[in-house]
């Protein structure tokens, strides 16, 4: 990662490379388009509407979302083609929210079963716009998803609630690990997974037009023919757990979170004033500690509270001052744009601008 940190900053702050990010956005875009995808990044990852304008001028056919809050926040931002990728459980104010949503934006809603698909027909009925249901089928990640066979079931009962039922979509969880070959399985398990899906939507007569999966580790290994739409999220900014498996370099690292050196209780040892409360706590089988040091790659952050950071580094090497600036790439970047107020973009050893996360703490 190579942000020149500015002098002076308050920290802890997250900030964005926006040349890095520019190309990551730009890199994905076209190979989706050069291998025939549709391409629908997941906004949970950046919830910035800077972000996602850059995505949609980029040739986007949309957005993917995880929540109504955040499909809400991206509809005021003027985003008007959204998918809730999750298999909304509704109550009174959520349905209440979900049609007023339905009467402003194209809108597309995931269901994976019976009982769903009839609560999402009762709250959408009589809706000005229609309303896209895509089934959701678990292809490996042992999350949500109805199995392949049972796709066709919950697509009837969504059908006969009167709700346009078009295609199928998942998420391959299982498609992280530290090699190419764990990638290259998931995309198989999700292209017959997602194969015997629309195939029992089209038995039932059925139209499916969209076949929808694809995640960061797994874009590129997707081979044109049963999927039509990919939904990655973290490559906008990439984080250490993309590092740590293979499907980034250090110099596709698009955000970190700046700390600032509060303590230098031994040579080997420092501490930050960044703790969970910015960073998250996710840890990650791939990556040893809480992030990745990128002045310090041999460092590891050994602890993690609310609002400090314990670094250790090899014997020999030469750690900061106090004082000084030191920035950790978070083991998983969705959690830490949750939590942040804005983004600040940084060139030059400047802050020449600052990004709102638009969907902040959307969580419902």
């Keep these: 990662?190579?942000?020149?940190?500015?002098?002076?900053?308050?920290?802890?702050?997250?900030?964005?490379?926006?040349?890095?990010?520019?190309r990551n956005v730009a890199r994905m875009a076209e190979a989706s388009r050069a291998q025939g995808f549709a391409l629908r990044p997941h906004a949970k990852s950046h919830k910035c509407a800077r972000i996602a304008d850059r995505q949609l001028r980029s040739g986007a056919r949309g957005l993917s979302v995880a929540t109504i809050g955040e499909a809400e926040a991206?509809?005021?931002?003027?985003v008007d083609d959204l998918f809730i990728a999750y298999p909304v459980w509704l109550d009174a104010d959520k349905a209440r929210r979900l049609r007023r949503l339905a009467d402003d934006v194209a809108?597309?809603?995931g269901v994976e079963s019976v009982e769903g698909a009839r609560r999402l027909g009762d709250a959408l009925r009589g809706s000005d716009r229609a309303v896209e249901v895509l089934v959701e089928v678990d292809s490996g990640s042992r999350r949500t998803g109805v199995r392949p066979d049972a796709a066709g079931e919950v697509g009837k009962a969504a059908a006969d609630e009167g709700l346009d039922v078009v295609g199928v979509f998942t998420f391959p969880g299982?498609?992280?690990?530290?090699?190419?070959?764990?990638?290259?399985?998931?995309?198989?398990d999700e292209e017959r997974t997602l194969g015997?899906?629309?195939?029992?939507l089209r038995d039932i007569g059925l139209d499916v037009r969209v076949v929808s999966g694809g995640s960061t580790p797994t874009v590129g290994q997707?081979?044109?023919?049963?999927?039509?739409?990919?939904?990655?999220?973290?490559?906008?900014?990439n984080d250490a757990t993309q590092l740590a498996i293979g499907t980034c370099g250090v110099a596709d690292l698009a955000l970190a979170a700046v700390a600032t050196?509060?303590?230098?209780?031994?040579?080997?040892?420092?501490?930050?004033?960044?703790?969970s409360k910015v960073l998250g706590s996710d840890r990650s089988p791939w990556v040893a500690g809480h992030g990745y040091l990128p002045r310090f790659p041999e460092g590891t952050v050994t602890g993690l509270w609310e609002h400090h950071a314990v670094v250790r580094l090899p014997e020999g090497v030469r750690g900061p001052r106090l004082g000084s600036s030191v920035a950790v790439v978070p083991n998983h970047i969705c959690t830490p744009v949750n939590l942040a107020d804005e983004l600040l973009v940084?060139?030059?050893?400047?802050?020449?601008?600052?990004?709102?996360?638009?969907?902040?703490?959307t969580n419902t």
């Design 1 to 22: 990662m190579a942000i020149p940190l500015p002098d002076g900053l308050a920290t802890p702050a997250l900030v964005v490379d926006p040349d890095v990010l520019d």
């Design 74 to 78: 991206f509809a005021r931002a003027g």
């Design 107 to 109: 809108l597309r809603v």
């Design 174 to 188: 299982h498609g992280y690990g530290h090699d190419a070959r764990a990638r290259e399985r998931a995309a198989r």
């Design 196 to 200: 015997e899906a629309a195939q029992g």
């Design 222 to 237: 997707w081979r044109p023919g049963a999927v039509n739409e990919l939904r990655p999220g973290v490559y906008v900014f």
């Design 261 to 275: 050196v509060i303590s230098v209780p031994a040579p080997e040892r420092f501490v930050l004033d960044v703790g």
């Design 346 to 361: 940084v060139r030059d050893r400047e802050v020449v601008d600052r990004w709102q996360v638009t969907a902040r703490g």
